[in-house]
């Protein structure tokens, strides 16, 4: 493989090279060890997009959705970003994801960057290379980024954490899919799309989230979720989805909203990062045998693990000054 | 409140007291302040007891399975511990087990201990308050202690983390659970139960599982997961759960593979707080602003977050002189 030239790709993503595109995420995604070069490169010429969580069980529709939401912004000649992320599996390292069908329609369109992404075995692969995923397509010059990911409790909850504004897709005919989600989707959405409105049990669904957001302790000055309905698969309702996004956008500029999640966004990152590295100092501290020793004297009662976590911690920081 | 007497409380959990057991677990799952002198007190007289874990989907019959295998341990005058772990939920604190009703045959048995935990919003919860909880239990001369928690991916890779023996139930009729679960179960999986092997579908089940494990890649001293049948409504097979955890056990402590198994729990458990402890640091430096600052550097583009993650980290050593 030859070198890869940082420089070069980023200058090409910055021109809206495709190729620059994909072959940046692939070397965020894979932790490449120019990870920190890319990131430092993309860091300065990020921050124009609007980052757009959407999230929602499987078969509510996620995948047309986000393709129609595309092609609404494309016709306002906005470029736009789609990283689908995949958390369901622990063990996969591949990155298939169901109906990937819809998003073809964009296949040929150069103003339109898609990505699917593995999260690599645990939730903190979501929360590690997305940022910086979503910073090369910030970089490339996308206006609008989707965040999509399938809708299991922790993965909702981590993509709405990395989004300015997190819609929460559901469908009627789908089980107890709000119900369920019930307890975490109001502390997350901003705003709700109720899909496949054209079927049975739509009404109740909207009246059942109508009432969840009532319920809610809005402040007078809080955002109130919409509700919108929507036929994706027949782009009814996508200009009312889009016109919430907006509104959205505009009440977290004018109160300041936008710049407090964003900051807690890159504390949590800058964190995330640091303890990454201490972590990876823990681990190779003397070719890992002091901290064998240490588990050695818990498994034989001699001493708690809180004490050899303070000898751990003292040998970390030592080894960094 | 009155003020704690830890040495006290363990040293009526040792002898036996179910009321000092719960007041244990209580104050390790409450992350009480109390937290580091507890595990002190607790380490040097805990080791003995075996840790099984037992983990499949919802409706295979876990709870039932449990406490059918209570009873069997029971039997053989063995003290018992559960540890329900429900890692379903991120939002809620309490913790709400579905089919409790089961374990109530062992409510007035004062050699069976029985808690429920919430893993409160984090698989990194089950990671850090269970092992103290099985710490209380072990230190108060239970024999075995059972971690039972839902299979949802990652909750069941943690529960195999923190056992020596993990046991994967499945039940015909599931659906495709098995097919789900294929790429992770086999990875942790010490002894397969199909359960309700009465039903339609059990001898699939079972061939459906032979199959997998005969195509692993199991070396020639390595253990093969045993499948076993089971009724455990009707106490059908249990018995054989039992044969294939003792065996399971013995072939752990002959190979040495028990010392490694604990050594690893040790390591991930010092590590662990070791990586809390350092985060919490980073946290309240100087009143949380030197974080603030740096993500205020990310957010303009000042300076990318690693070379923040840098600064933190030299903070943080700092600190620790």
Not at 157 to 180: N, Y
Not at 240 to 264: M, Q
Request: aromatic share 4%; charged share 25%; proline share 4%.
């Amino acid at each position: 493989m030859r070198e890869v030239d940082v420089t070069d790709l980023v200058g090409r993503a910055v021109d809206g090279s495709p190729r620059a595109v994909a072959r940046l995420i692939s070397l965020v995604e894979n932790a490449s060890p120019r990870l920190r070069e890319v990131t430092a490169a993309l860091t300065p010429l990020a921050g124009a997009a609007r980052i757009i969580g959407l999230t929602g069980s499987p078969g509510v529709g996620k995948s047309t959705s986000t393709s129609a939401l595309v092609t609404a912004f494309r016709a306002q000649g906005k470029r736009v970003g789609v990283l689908a992320v995949d958390p369901s599996s622990p063990f996969s390292g591949g990155a298939l994801l169901g109906d990937r069908v819809r998003m073809q329609d964009h296949a040929t369109d150069r103003d339109v960057f898609i990505r699917s992404m593995a999260s690599r075995g645990h939730l903190g692969g979501l929360a590690w290379a997305t940022p910086q995923a979503i910073r090369v397509l910030d970089a490339a010059g996308c206006d609008v980024i989707f965040v999509e990911t399938v809708g299991v409790g922790q993965a909702e909850v981590a993509v709405a954490a990395l989004a300015d504004s997190t819609i929460v897709l559901v469908a009627p005919g789908m089980g107890d899919s709000i119900q369920a989600a019930k307890a975490g989707i109001l502390e997350i959405a901003d705003i709700f799309v109720v899909n496949k409105a054209d079927r049975d049990g739509a009404q109740q669904a909207i009246r059942d989230l109508r009432n969840m957001v009532a319920l809610a302790d809005h402040g007078p000055d809080a955002w109130k979720p919409p509700i919108v309905p929507t036929v994706a698969s027949r782009d009814e309702g996508i200009g009312d989805v889009v016109e919430a996004i907006d509104k959205h956008y505009a009440w977290l500029s004018a109160g300041g909203t936008l710049l407090r999640r964003r900051l807690a966004r890159a504390r949590d990152e800058i964190e995330a990062i640091a303890v990454t590295a201490l972590r990876e100092r823990m681990g190779d501290l003397h070719g890992d045998r002091r901290l064998d020793a240490l588990a050695e004297g818990v498994v034989s009662g001699e001493h708690d693990p809180y004490t050899a976590a303070d000898e751990l911690i003292a040998a970390v920081t030592k080894d960094a000054r």
